[in-house]
């Protein structure tokens, strides 16, 4: 690793990183506190000290979340020391962004320590298992992609109709995913846009709980 500026800590300082993504966080809101728990418990068994960062109602498909950023930022600035998470999908489902990770925090100096599977990038074996899990995720979304892109095909050229249109315009997506975060309920947010006449992905019929949740699940892959 690189050459880290001096520090007036006497321990370690550790981020602890937790998240949860906009469609789970009303049903599954406990995860943060048990994901907080369990990273606070092992950061105190290392003897660093710590400091929760949470991002609550995102997603993991890129790096841009206010929270991670914000403690990537101390990290790179040596405010801080670790950066600890409970998966390696808490941090990021994209191969590419974690190898870049990897290697920025190889490059500024600071350390990632993942707890299922365990993983501390302070070493070069897990170093290597980083690469090795993020490539792995990054292959089954791929794998899961081409299998469905061979069952359409199918289905196409058998004949069978695809189904109507799914296209969502962005703005609604926001205020779907916005409205969730908040707390409201799925048919709360369905009768909102129908109040407000928002044209569903068909252009016809009505918005209902079901739909609303789909697109909001959809977003967050």
Known sequence: MATRRKSSRTRPLALVYVRVSTADQVEYGASLDAQRAT?????????????????????????????LTGALNRLDAGDADVLMAI?????????????????????????????????????????????????????ERELISMRTREVLAKKKADGVRLGRPTAVASAVVDR????RAAGNSWPKIAAALNDDKVATPTGKGRWYPAGCRAIALAADR
């Not at 400091?51 to 997603?59: N, T």
């Not at 779907?176 to 409205?179: E, K, Q, R």
């Open 39 to 67: 990273l606070i418990a092992e950061a105190e068994r290392r003897g660093w000290e710590c400091e929760v960062v949470a991002d609550e109602g995102v997603s993991a498909k890129n790096l841009d979340r206010p929270g």
């Open 87 to 139: 998966r390696l999908d808490r941090i990021s489902r994209s191969v590419a962004d974690f190898a870049g990770l990897v290697d920025r925090a190889g490059r500024k100096g600071w350390n990632l320590v993942l707890l299922s599977p365990a993983l501390d990038l302070s070493d070069p074996a897990g170093r290597f298992t980083a690469n090795v899990l993020a490539s792995a995720a990054q292959y």
């Open 176 to 179: 779907i995913t916005t409205a």
